[in-house]
């Protein structure tokens, strides 16, 4: 239990670990795709269906015809979008967030279908890489670059979680600013003392020793 808890913590930092750019980008994606996805429930609006611009009372002309532009064009980005989930990793997370946006272009012209299709092509890439995996499970990584299976398993959950914390990425940050100032954390260990390299000088010579006496010079 401690591992796993560990192991939901470190990949909570790495998914704020971004730049401050990157950051503000990825909480748009973040709400905008957690609204699409609860809206679900309350009669499948399309992704363009849930933008803020719907309910402001601001012109939405563009948005009807971009809606009536992706009809029959954009299904195809549900296996984009799945195979931008399969890349992600601790240092390309924008694939993930690329990902949610090729699946809900693609879901404009399939509806929420798209997200089954990009999981569906997630799976099999998952699959396809731990077959061609089973090829290198007894290879030393020596001189060549080897598929080993718990390395597949092990990125392939990985991409899995920072893809599927996409949704939850805006209200995880709102509740932690919201939170933040009433939590109480422990204190951080004294860093280590840094140890010194002893000097090359010879020791001064201890009282009472006698000192070699120098050499005559030869005549």
């Known amino acids: 239990m401690r591992e796993h808890r560990r192991e939901v913590a470190r990949l909570c930092r790495l998914v704020v670990d971004r730049s401050r750019w990157q950051l503000a980008f990825a909480v748009v994606v973040s709400a905008w795709s957690l609204a699409w996805v609860v809206g679900q429930v309350f009669g499948a609006p399309g992704p363009l269906d849930v933008l803020p611009a719907r309910w402001a009372g601001l012109p939405t002309g563009w948005l009807d015809a971009a809606g009536a532009w992706a009809v029959g064009r954009t299904g195809f980005l549900a296996v984009a979008g799945g195979l931008l989930w399969a890349m992600t990793s601790p240092g390309r997370q924008s694939s993930a967030?690329?990902?949610?946006?090729?699946?809900?272009a693609a879901a404009e012209d399939v509806g929420y279908v798209a997200v089954k299709w990009a999981l569906a092509v997630f799976a099999v890439f998952l699959a396809v890489m731990g077959l061609v995996s089973l090829t290198g499970r007894r290879a030393f990584v020596v001189d060549r670059v080897a598929v080993i299976p718990k390395d597949v398993v092990r990125a392939g959950a990985t991409a899995a979680a920072l893809s599927a914390v996409v949704p939850l990425l805006a209200p995880g940050?709102?509740?932690?600013?919201?939170?933040?100032?009433?939590?109480t954390r422990p204190p951080r260990p004294a860093?280590?003392?840094?140890?010194?390299?002893r000097s090359a000088e010879r020791p001064p010579p201890a009282e009472g020793a006698n000192p070699v006496p120098a050499q005559r010079a030869v005549r």
């Open 97 to 104: 967030l690329c990902g949610w946006l090729a699946v809900m």
């Open 191 to 197: 860093p280590a003392p840094i140890a010194r390299a």
């Open 173 to 183: 940050l709102a509740l932690a600013r919201l939170v933040g100032p009433y939590l």
